[in-house]
């Protein structure tokens, strides 16, 4: 049996919100197939996964990272705060730009779907953008700062997770792709407040050294 998926339609008396996104085609056709084919124990699986990427989780983790951090050597107390930063900026950007941007979620669509396990998320036309992946898009766009064997480790767990709210039909796959393209774009932009990682900090103009013919001519005196 295919599954069905209901159209959009507006409640009498209810308050639309200025912008109105709808689900591409590709969408729609990634959202069916999953009603049609997810089971029960899967859709449990993801749902449990999915809470690795909940910012009620992440805010509490980086709070508790920082307040550890604080004994530590200046770069490690960087880190612990740029992550502070972007963790509760990455939690409130989401609930904000929900409240300019209706979009109905796929879980709110399909008939079949339930019937296979997919579960209610969160708040009917809350789709764009999605609020996990956009964490997992900042803490891949962090772990650039890692060693290849981590940082290809933290990439991979942030991809797997943001797919997780796909496959619970909590959102449409363009709204995981650009939850996380934000993720990146935001992480990229803290680091200018919050100097992370250590080279992003401004040097001491006094520690620089003299360039050119100024530095040329300071090195003969020396030598004189």
Known sequence: MAARFRPLRQSVGEPRLPVTIRPTTADVEIARTIARRTSEPSEEIARALTWGADEKVLLALTAIGWLASRGADEALRRAANHAVLVAATASLLPHGMKLVFDQVRPDRRTVVGHLHGISFSGKREDAFPSGHALHMGALASAAGTLPVGPRRAVRALAVCLSLTRVV?????????????????????????WSGFPQGNARADPGSEKPKGPQRRSKDRSAAG
Do not use: M, P, Q, Y
């Open 168 to 192: 619970v039909l909590a959102h449409w796959a363009s709204d995981v792709v650009a939850g996380f393209a934000i993720g990146i774009a935001l992480e990229r932009f803290l680091r200018t």
